[in-house]
């Protein structure tokens, strides 16, 4: 699978779990290699594109989590 | 010029021997507003009996998850100068060796952008810079990037690795503290910097079991020091010792937790098979004893302040692994365990708690570690051993 595709994917899953879950980089690492039967690494690797992008950040609210910046 | 605010309550704090830390937001909140109104803010909860301080939220530079620590007022209208009061995690170098120009530029940057306070080190060991805005934080970030220097971490990630003086400035050291900090930090910048633990995880490297820097209490993973070979006795410095007063019966032979030692009024004799290595008589009498043989590291885990089950030290897992660069076997080691802690660690579980919930038994057997005497911590209390059918006949 493209990077591309992976990183609309983790976009994608993190769009829809706001507000409802807040998504911890390993969730998202765990529920894209399953879903696209890519490896972890690959994800990881993907999603530190979209953090240094600035199309996601990092958040603390008792735990770090990934989400969409506020607009 | 910054409001004074009156301050009877942190005032009694200045009173008796010891240094302050409101003589110095004293001083600082004489030049900066930030600090004065920090003042203001904190004798309020003094009056009050309350902390008016939020933490957390979405403060941070671009691509790091860590490093920065949002901080808020919550009487943002009282105390303006502190509506945004972040905190700055810098990571430390390994053994604290700073040069002069360096902590003059560190100052220079935080008169500038920050409220002026600092905290060496904060409890994590990190460089701590207390109190800056939102809109100055990739300013600082650039600030101490262009001279070599890096954030620490924060949040559910790697904390930045600390350590000992060890072998810098001190000869018992077994091993590295300072190159296995530095390896360590170099080896997972992104598990520092790019959260994607369950919660955090600190590395703490002391270089014996003296441990100096408490690695046994306050390191999710603590690397001590240690050795495999007998203790050298100078019998000779045994009797200066003993000859300038010391009790070598009751301060030496009586404190050894596993009782290896004995002492007729002149020779000390150590059995070397039953000593756990704890560095009680060599810290004692170091011209006297030393350790000999191969060095290495003793491997724990799971040390903890605040457990749901009281405070907790950290555990034997490994008993004695060589630590020569480039530490792949530990490094390897670590790996499954953070495999294990992801595959299993519930949101804001430490490891050692994730131990204590599964069991050493499950715990050993992922991390591929056989169960050895010197993982049991407590007498009668090692329930990861267990025995099949096919043991029990034998």
């Not at chain 2, 002149?266 to 060599?282: F, G, P, Q, S, Y």
């Not at chain 2, 490994?318 to 080691?333: A, C, N, S």
Request: hydrophobic share 35%; with cysteine; charged share 30%.
């Amino acid at each position: 699978m493209e990077k591309e595709e992976v990183k609309k994917k983790i976009y994608e899953l993190v769009e829809k779990s706001m507000g409802k879950k807040k998504l911890k980089s390993s969730d998202i690492q765990k529920t894209i290699s399953a879903e696209a039967g890519i490896s972890r690494d690959e994800v990881k690797d993907a999603l530190k594109d979209l953090i240094d992008e600035g199309k996601l950040i990092y958040t603390y609210f008792g735990g770090s989590f990934v989400e969409i910046p506020p607009k | 010029m910054p409001k004074k605010y009156e301050t009877p309550l942190l005032d009694e704090l200045e009173k008796g021997p010891f240094p302050s830390f409101v003589t110095e937001i004293k001083k600082a909140a004489a030049k900066n507003d930030m600090a004065a109104d920090e003042l203001g803010q904190l004798e309020k909860s003094y009056r009050d009996k309350r902390g008016y301080w939020k933490h957390g939220g979405i403060v941070g530079v671009r691509g790091y998850g860590s490093g920065v620590i949002g901080r808020y007022s919550s009487l943002p209208e009282e105390f303006p100068n502190v509506a945004n009061f972040h905190t700055v995690r810098i990571n430390s170098i390994a053994g604290f060796f700073y040069t002069s120009k360096f902590l003059k530029e560190a100052c220079d940057i935080w008169d500038k952008y920050g409220s002026g306070l600092t905290n060496l080190h904060g409890s994590t060991g990190d460089f701590v810079l207390l109190g800056t805005t939102t809109e100055n934080l990739e300013p600082i970030f650039a600030e101490f990037s262009s001279r070599g220097w890096d954030l620490g971490g924060s949040g559910s990630a790697l904390r930045t690795p600390s350590c000992c003086v060890g072998p810098a400035r001190c000869e018992w050291s077994n091993i590295d503290t300072l190159d296995i900090t530095y390896s360590i930090t170099q080896e997972w910048q992104d598990e520092m910097h790019r959260p994607a633990f369950p919660y955090k995880f600190k590395f703490k490297t002391a270089g014996c079991a003296v441990d100096c820097i408490a690695s046994i209490a306050r390191a999710d993973c603590s690397i001590i020091g240690t050795w495999k070979g007998n203790i050298a006795v100078d019998q000779a410095e045994v009797a200066n010792y003993a000859k300038k007063g010391m009790n070598i019966q009751e301060e030496i032979v009586n404190m050894c937790p596993s009782k290896c030692m004995s002492y007729d009024g002149k020779e000390l004799k150590i059995n070397d098979a039953d000593c756990v290595r704890c560095m009680h008589c060599i810290a004692k009498m170091t011209k006297a004893l030393k350790p000999t043989g191969e060095k290495g590291a003793t491997i724990l885990i799971g040390s903890k302040a605040p457990f749901v089950i009281g405070a907790t030290l950290s555990w034997v897992i490994v008993p004695f692994i060589k630590m020569e660069p480039p530490y792949d076997e530990f490094k390897d080691l670590i790996r499954k365990m953070w495999e294990f802690w992801d595959e299993h660690g519930k949101n804001r579980e430490r490891i050692g708690e994730l131990i204590i919930r599964k069991g050493m038994r499950e715990f050993l057997e992922y991390i591929g570690i056989e169960p050895q005497a010197q993982q049991v911590k407590e007498p009668r209390r090692d329930p990861f051993f267990f025995w099949t059918e096919a043991d029990l006949q034998k």
